[in-house]
């Protein structure tokens, strides 16, 4: 009875029936851009028409109502409904679990794709991305302290902590809705990739990804930053000490799958030097804390606009028979 409950609710919800039947939340610099770009060419798949929509993440939900994101994945010039249909946003590896429960609730059916990066690679890849690209600074000229703060800033963080992220999106959706595949295969054996997230969404695997993909590199940080920057020991280090543990507790999870990564990670860790062991604990201790208490401060409040939000879409789709109505 409950399940015919939620089946209607959803569809009230999605009136055209044309919501995503599955989404790609990342990680992040793991080659998302590449993902979507490649499945916008697959003749079953619907994309959706924006990059990163990120319709559940902070304030896109905010401006915008499920009207809105349906008409995303809606038929293209008179075609027929596709029946895969996806968006890609990394940045809902940075939803908490109650903002994945309640997406799991809106779109119960949905198959997740999520591809996992060498952690101390991710980092470096995204620290480089945000200094370099983002903010446009010579990243031969940025500090070690720089670097150590930057980690600890949520937006590279919460990226960073594969296991977390398994966590909340298995126990939201189940095991079996989580596909997660691997960057270096992505990069080695972009077709094998390819073939796996589509056998996990339901579009046909025989298909070949364009020859205009298989060397092409999306997005690439070598593209997108000016200047070369090897990662400094030290930074190493501390990726390496901070995120042993998480990659330790998904190494469990996938039973064995990222095994090497913990061990290139003990071996790091192992050359600890007394002044980094200082450095770490004054970045953790001092350097990071304003701006982890500002990024909690604005949060707290954003989250309990993200909250009414959610009861406000829930309402409208439980009493109105859908939701219609623009929201800024």
């Not at 994945?73 to 075609?79: D, S």
């Not at 480089?128 to 990243?139: A, E, P």
């Not at 799958?257 to 050359?271: C, D, F, H, L, P």
Request: with cysteine; hydrophobic share 40%; charged share 25%.
């Amino acid at each position: 009875m409950e399940t015919l409950e939620k089946e209607q609710v959803l569809k009230r919800s999605f009136k055209n029936n044309s919501p995503p039947t599955f989404l790609g939340i990342g990680s992040m610099r793991c080659g998302s851009t590449w993902l979507y770009r490649v499945l916008q060419c697959h003749p079953d798949i619907r994309m959706s028409d924006i990059k990163e929509v990120d319709f559940f993440f902070l304030r896109p939900m905010l401006r915008h109502d499920y009207g809105w994101y349906e008409a995303l994945f809606a038929p293209e010039n008179g075609t027929d409904l596709k029946s895969v249909r996806g968006e890609i946003s990394p940045h809902y590896t940075r939803l908490k679990a109650w903002q994945v429960r309640r997406v799991a609730e809106a779109l119960p059916h949905l198959r997740i794709i999520l591809t996992l990066r060498h952690p101390i690679e991710r980092v470096w890849s995204q620290t480089l991305y945000d200094f370099g690209h983002l903010v446009g600074r010579d990243v031969r000229q940025v500090g070690s302290v720089e670097f150590l703060r930057q980690f600890e800033r949520a937006r590279n963080r919460l990226s960073s902590d594969y296991f977390r992220i398994v966590k909340i999106w298995s126990e939201a959706f189940g095991k079996v809705a989580l596909h997660i595949g691997f960057f270096d295969q992505l990069r080695g054996d972009p077709q094998a990739y390819i073939k796996g997230v589509l056998k996990h969404v339901g579009a046909s695997n025989s298909w070949r990804i364009p020859e205009k993909f298989l060397k092409e590199k999306v997005w690439a940080t070598e593209s997108l930053v000016k200047y070369e920057r090897k990662i400094p020991e030290v930074v190493r280090w501390y990726i390496a000490d901070r995120l042993l543990k998480p990659t330790e507790r998904l190494n469990e999870l996938l039973e064995g799958r990222v095994s090497n990564w913990v061990e290139e990670m003990y071996a790091i860790r192992g050359k600890t030097r007394l002044s980094w062991k200082i450095l770490s604990e004054i970045n953790r201790a001092v350097l990071s804390v304003p701006e982890r208490l500002a990024y909690e401060a604005y949060h707290a409040a954003l989250d309990v606009k993200l909250w009414f939000r959610w009861q406000q879409l829930q309402r409208s789709c439980s009493t109105n028979g859908g939701f219609n109505e623009s929201s800024s």
